[in-house]
């Protein structure tokens, strides 16, 4: 008997994978509008029926009936829609083994044609309130995402190969995500000096260990924003800020808009 294993898949397969944030069945009027927003998420809609519009770069997409369309992570967009519209919405993160998101460097909006019984179908799924229901609905959508990866020629780039010192370093971080966290404190945690960990850090990864951390911070923190209704000044407060009024200010330096605009708008605007 002879056993050949693919390290490759072991390392890399159960850290890839498709997490949902915010989702639902939309029937829209001309209240759902937005100049701009960024999520920390990608955005799948599947248009139903009716007359919406979405802009990207100064260019205005149609919502068409019996399409399915991908905002990529963190893209900038709008919408608005001019009478009614029906679509499904899923939020979601397609990461990869290094944390980070298949489409974060994408900037396009992308569209597939969907056959409308197809799309009725993942619709059953959706509200069937069952495990199994639930299992092939992510097998269909990650089949979804597949086909726009394969349409759209994205480039799944690979992972950076960061020292065993920096990699550790960036586990801890996103795994105690907090403002207190200090380059000393994480270099204690290694045990390594701080010169060495400062330097390594940012040769390898081209950005300072606290500019990293405030960038985690502030992703974690439009997450729990929009996927809860935990009050900001909890949020603050578990994430190590000292007080609601600093927390506020580097939120707004990060997003352009305080927290709680920030909650109502990207709510009000699936």
Same mark, same amino acid.
């Given at each position: 008997m002879d056993i050949t294993s693919c390290k490759y898949v072991s390392k890399n397969i159960n850290s890839i994978d498709i997490k949902l944030g915010v989702h639902g069945y939309l029937r829209a009027d001309s209240e759902w509008k937005s100049d701009g927003m /960024?999520?920390?998420?990608s955005k799948l809609y599947f248009i139903f029926s009716g007359n919406a519009k979405l802009v990207h770069n100064a260019k205005i997409y149609d919502l068409v009936p019996g399409h399915v369309y991908m905002i990529p992570y963190s893209t900038l967009h709008g919408f608005y829609c001019e009478s009614s519209m029906e679509k499904l919405y899923f939020h979601f993160t397609a990461t990869k083994p290094s944390g980070g998101d298949i489409f974060e460097s994408i900037d396009r909006i992308m569209t597939l044609d969907l056959d409308i019984e197809k799309m009725r179908q993942i619709k059953r799924l959706y509200f069937?309130?069952?495990i199994y229901s639930c299992f092939n609905l992510k097998k269909e959508l990650? $089949? *979804?995402?597949s086909e726009f990866i394969d349409k759209f020629d994205i480039k799944i780039e690979p992972d950076p190969l960061y020292s065993d010192t920096v990699s550790n370093a960036i586990s801890y971080i996103r795994s105690n995500l907090s403002q207190n966290i200090s380059v000393k404190k994480l270099a204690d @945690? *290694? &045990?390594? /000096?701080e010169s060495m960990l400062s330097k390594s850090f940012s040769r390898e990864t081209g950005i300072s260990i606290g500019k990293f951390i405030d960038r985690e911070? $502030?992703?974690?923190?439009?997450r729990r924003l929009l996927l809860s209704d935990e009050p900001i000044q909890n949020i603050s407060e578990e994430l190590g800020? %000292?007080?609601? +009024?600093? &927390?506020? @200010?580097? +939120? @707004?330096?990060? %997003?352009?808009?305080?927290p709680i605009k920030y909650r109502k708008q990207n709510r009000d605007g699936m």
């Open positions: /960024s999520i920390p998420y069937d309130e069952n990650y $089949m *979804l995402v @945690k *290694l &045990f390594v /000096s911070v $502030m992703i974690e923190t439009q800020f %000292c007080d609601q +009024f600093y &927390f506020s @200010k580097k +939120f @707004k330096q990060f %997003c352009g808009v305080p």
